[in-house]
């Protein structure tokens, strides 16, 4: 394993891994050891009570961040006539029917969310293996089949972001930038928070959230306190 830079060690040494933080006391220690030289975008994982095997037991969704996450994301709408105007319009910054199919078949992936149509998912449909290991297949259950073209690239726009559990049962999601202040990033980890509670499987049995681990990019990661809820008089 690479040695740790100077930086990060100092950082980690601030952090008791023997406690569990409550949402706002991470937050604040996520900020205190972030790098310096960049906005860090900052980040939870959570270890499900799942096995994401079973179709039953495999937790997505969406949620719109009420602060935004500190980026603007790029999206992409497979889209033809009136409904590529209209993503056009509400700000997409590539649409295309055919076209942009055999660009992202191509291996075309600088995006960071996909939308399409019904009408062209058969097509679209083709683009698993480009989209897929990379969670930008359109999909109707996050919103990103749909006519509604408009609503769905405003709130991705706006901070709207995509979960899935992963094969290991983690579930990785941001929840925005280390300059944001304490309270915006504390209100983004529990709407998204909540959401995922909302989505526990009913086939999930004991401990739905194990472990929950929040961290900054390149940072040393903070461990959370999964039963806590995120009211900032936690802390």
């Avoid at 205190?32 to 937790?59: C, I």
């Avoid at 997505?60 to 497979?78: C, D, E, Q, W």
């Avoid at 297949?137 to 609503?151: A, E, R």
Wanted: proline content about 5%.
């Amino acid at each position: 394993m690479a040695q740790r830079s100077k930086a990060y060690r100092a950082a980690a040494a601030k952090i008791d891994r023997d406690n569990l933080y409550t949402p706002l006391e991470a937050v604040k220690l996520a900020k205190e050891t972030a790098s310096k030289n960049a906005d860090a975008t900052v980040e939870v994982v959570l270890r499900l009570g799942v096995d994401p095997r079973k179709a039953d037991q495999l937790v997505r969704g969406t949620v719109n961040l009420p602060h935004g996450t500190g980026k603007t994301a790029r999206v992409i709408v497979f889209a033809n006539a009136a409904k590529a105007e209209e993503a056009v319009a509400a700000g997409a910054d590539e649409v295309g029917g055919d076209e942009l199919i055999a660009k992202v078949a191509g291996g075309y992936t600088d995006f960071d969310a996909a939308v399409a149509t019904p009408d062209l998912m058969g097509k679209v449909g083709r683009l698993g293996k480009v989209l897929g290991p990379r969670g930008l297949m359109p999909n109707p259950k996050t919103g990103t089949v749909t006519m509604d073209v408009t609503k769905a690239v405003s709130d991705i726009k706006g901070g709207k972001i995509e979960f899935r559990v992963d094969k290991h049962a983690n579930l990785h999601f941001i929840i925005g930038k280390a300059s944001f202040d304490d309270t915006a990033l504390v209100e983004n980890y529990s709407a998204a928070l909540d959401e995922i509670l909302r989505l526990k499987p009913s086939a999930s049995k004991g401990r739905y959230i194990s472990k929950a681990t929040l961290s900054t990019t390149f940072g040393p990661g903070i461990p959370l306190d999964p039963s806590k809820t995120t009211k900032l008089t936690e802390a």
